[in-house]
């Protein structure tokens, strides 16, 4: 499955939209990872246990996405769009959507 953040696909003719497709993630920062990160910012550095929780999210959600343009009979996704958003209470849990639209393209 193509996907491209590019409203089209250069040199493949879109021949049918099918509609928007999603898919979500939803991460938990549990307390090791909140201590550990507390610590790295006050010293500096990267958060590894952060960073590697964000690509988990993304993963899943894009899986999420081609699994459902994949079942519509899609074999693009075209105008997609990566959000990421705290929810909880105190921000304690991060959502990762992708969004975009599922189309046919000629000569794939």
Do not use: H, W
């Not at 991460?27 to 929780?53: C, H, M, P």
């Not at 074999?75 to 992708?98: E, H, R």
Request: net charge negative; hydrophobic share 45%.
């Amino acid at each position: 499955m193509l996907i491209t953040t590019t409203p089209n696909i250069e040199g493949k003719p879109i021949t049918k939209y099918i509609g928007l497709v999603n898919g979500e993630a939803i991460i938990g920062a549990n307390f090791v990872k909140d201590f550990l990160a507390g610590i790295r910012d006050v010293v500096g550095g990267r958060s590894g246990a952060y960073e590697q929780g964000l690509r988990e999210a993304k993963s899943i959600a894009i899986k999420e996405m081609i699994d459902q343009a994949t079942r519509l009979g899609a074999n693009a996704i075209i105008g997609v769009d990566l959000d990421y958003q705290t929810i909880g209470g105190n921000g304690s849990m991060l959502m990762v959507s992708a969004n975009g639209t599922a189309v046919i393209a000629g000569d794939m």
